[in-house]
Structure formats: structure tokens, C-alpha cells
């Protein structure tokens, strides 16, 4: 099913939305990750899949991700979950899903946290862990992390990697795990939105207000009880970036969560295994009635 563009005025940014499906079907609103992410990437699959089971699927484009410029605001969490909060408002969507991944996942907690949602869907979700990583090097890789991010040497890195195809296809390797998943035309897109999209500085920036020195900045978990939004929690079992213990013990906390683990899949789950993901959304929301 084709898709839908469309630019949405919102305070201090112009944001580009992707939709799919009927125009008057129930909402699924989806947020796309940090880095080389884009709606188009990350939903590309799911939105048309969605979109055929009769639901308006609506997928931006961050401010400064994909085909939306910079926006003229520090770019701190709680300034990107007031964003999705004015989407919202600016699209009148007043009965739907909210759901992301990795970033995208982290501000829909956010907002569920603000305002209701008929159901959530939650993929690699960020904002569900202290640091960085676990383990007994936890807090070293964190203060390594902060120092790197805090000097210009990880953005420095990071960017010279992005301008770097056979490093980026190496790195898609770490997140998408089925090696039938990691098609020609992803690596390829996956390359083209690092080399010349905004999506690499703009999630440094989003990084530098993240990452301190002993911890992140943003930790919703001791919040995640106030939710009463029914939420899917789709995690990959192979999922070196948030470790499935930490979703595991989210969907527990969820008054009304429900995890779904999606075994040899890595961090961009619904790329991974839509065989597995795709079906287990459209089965959730059917659930909600």
C-alpha cells in the first residue's frame, strides 16, 4: 500500500509525517529510533501490514531525522515528548496506539505518562534502565561513555563510521540479527539516511543531554506503575543495547503489560523478525476492541 506525505506545522519545527491506510480507521501512531532511523525505515514493513488490516497507520519523521529539518529547540527528552504530545493535538487524534522503538519507544512512556492512550506498543524500549549497560562494568562504561560523548570524540567517531558503508553494514549486523533480514535495499537505505541525513547529529545532540556521568538522565522505570495504557512490550531476545531483563521486568511493572520476546532477534526487532512482530501487533490491537 502506497504511502502518504504530509508536513505538520508544530512549535519551533516542521515535521514530516508518513501515512498509511484508510483516513478515517482507527489510529496507530508509531515513533521511529535514534541514529540512521527514519519512519520510513523503521515502519516500512509494519505500516502497510498494519494499513491493510484496515488501520490508519501515522509515522513521523523526528525533528531533524529523515525528511524533517532541525527544530529550533535544544533537543532534550522531555522537548521531544512535548513534540509528540503537539503532533497529536495538531493531528486531532483523540482515540489511539501510541508505540516506538529504542528512542521512539522511550517517548511513548513519556507521553503515556502525560495523557492516556487506547494501547501502547513498546519495541526495545528506551528510558527502561539506569545506565547505559548492566553489569559489573556498568558504571565504568558510562563514565568512558560521558567523557567520549562530552569531549567530541564519540560524535566524531560516530559520524566518520556513518560516512563508512562497509562499517555500517557491519553495525546492522549487531542490531538486526537474521541475516535474511538485512536485505540489499536495507543496507543500502541504512548507508544512504547515515551518509546524508541529519539523523547522526541530531541523536548526538539528544545523547549529550542523555548520557551523564554516573547515569542516564532519563529512568521511567520507578513511573512505569502509573501507566494503565494496555502495552506490548516486544523485546529480542538477541538485543545487545537494552538486555531483555530489563523489558522483562517492564512489562512486569506495567499494571497491564504484556511481553512478547522475539527469540534471535536483535535491538531493531519489527526489521528482525516481522514474520513474529507484525502478527503479534496486529493480534494485540485486535485485542484492544
Not at 15 to 32: D, F, K, M, R
Not at 73 to 89: A, H, I, K, N, P
Not at 158 to 175: D, F, S, V
Not at 214 to 220: E, F, G, Q, S
Request: no cysteine; charged share 20%.
Amino acid at each position: 500500500m502506497n504511502a502518504r506525505r504530509t508536513t505538520v506545522d508544530v512549535t519551533g519545527a516542521m515535521v514530516s509525517v508518513l501515512e498509511w491506510g484508510p483516513a478515517s480507521g482507527p489510529v496507530v501512531l508509531l515513533l521511529h529510533g535514534g541514529g540512521a532511523d527514519s519512519a520510513e525505515l523503521s515502519w516500512g514493513q509494519v505500516g502497510p501490514a498494519l494499513a491493510d488490516a484496515g488501520y490508519r497507520v501515522v509515522a513521523p519523521d523526528h525533528p531533524g531525522f529523515g525528511r524533517s529539518p532541525r527544530a529550533s529547540w535544544s533537543l532534550t527528552q522531555q522537548r521531544l515528548v512535548s513534540y509528540v504530545g503537539e503532533l497529536v493535538d495538531k493531528l486531532g487524534l483523540d482515540d489511539y496506539v501510541i508505540g516506538g522503538l529504542s528512542l521512539g519507544g522511550g517517548l511513548t512512556i513519556g507521553h503515556l505518562l502525560e495523557r492516556p492512550a487506547r494501547g501502547a506498543l513498546l519495541l526495545g524500549a528506551f528510558g527502561i534502565m539506569p545506565r547505559l549497560s548492566d553489569g559489573r562494568l556498568s558504571r565504568l562504561n558510562q563514565l568512558t561513555t560521558y567523557a567520549l560523548q562530552r569531549s567530541g570524540v564519540l560524535g566524531a567517531v560516530t559520524r566518520g563510521y556513518a560516512r563508512n558503508a562497509k562499517a555500517m553494514e557491519r553495525g546492522l549486523r549487531m542490531i538486526v540479527r537474521n541475516p535474511a533480514a538485512r536485505t540489499p535495499e536495507l543496507v543500502r537505505d541504512v548507508v544512504a539516511e547515515a551518509a546524508e541525513g541529519q539523523g547522526i547529529r541530531t541523536f548526538d545532540e539528544w545523547q549529550r543531554d542523555q548520557v551523564l556521568w554516573d547515569r542516564l538522565r532519563t529512568d521511567y522505570t520507578d513511573r512505569l506503575h502509573e501507566i494503565q495504557t494496555p502495552a506490548l512490550v516486544v523485546h529480542g531476545d538477541r538485543d545487545s543495547g537494552v538486555p531483555v531483563a530489563r523489558a522483562r521486568a517492564a512489562a512486569e511493572l506495567l499494571p497491564r503489560g504484556t511481553l512478547l520476546t522475539v527469540p534471535g532477534a536483535g535491538h531493531w526487532v519489527q526489521r528482525d523478525r516481522p514474520d513474529l512482530v507484525v502478527p503479534a501487533v496486529l493480534d494485540f490491537l485486535r485485542g484492544l476492541g
